[in-house]
């Protein structure tokens, strides 16, 4: 499939890594799970804070791993919103230069107008053929509203 021969999405659309949102919240299922249950077992001489300690640990790691699960990038009319772990960053579609996804990148890095670029931890390079269709998506959208209306062809 090549660049060219990508269909634009319709908008809204919101791409997401798979593989890591089921790593993240299953282990954070887990260590809920676990906290909870090492709590209820834990034998004397552990008191009751140090069982609320142990189920608020396991909630502290959980949001952690929340952080991770819910990169994405979300693409409107107006423009593309990119969640990464700790910061949402929103830019209108002139902006938007470019989009790319190296071999070697564990996600892809979107280019703007102000000379910035970030990674976007919502196209992760691990999930392979998926995330190089997305990137093509993203990519056939920044042509048809970015640069596009940019150059005032829009």
């Not at 071999?103 to 910035?116: N, V």
């Amino acid at each position: 499939m090549s660049p060219e021969n990508v269909s634009v999405p319709e908008l809204p659309v919101v791409w997401r890594p798979r593989k890591g949102r089921v790593v993240a919240y299953g282990f954070a299922g887990l260590i809920i799970v676990g906290a909870v249950v090492l709590a209820i077992f834990l034998p004397p001489p552990f008191t009751v804070v140090d069982k609320v300690a142990m189920v608020l640990l396991g909630a502290a790691m959980a949001g952690v791993l929340h952080l991770l699960g819910r990169c994405r990038v979300e693409a409107d009319e107006t423009g593309i919103t990119v969640v990464n772990a700790l910061r949402v960053h929103r830019y209108e579609w002139p902006e938007v230069l470019a989009v790319t996804l190296a071999d070697s990148e564990p996600w892809a890095k979107i280019d703007f107008a102000d000379g910035a670029t970030i990674g976007a931890m919502g196209l992760q390079g691990s999930e392979k053929e998926r995330t190089v269709r997305q990137v093509r998506q993203l990519a056939a959208l920044i042509r048809e509203r970015g640069e596009a209306r940019e150059n005032g062809e829009g």
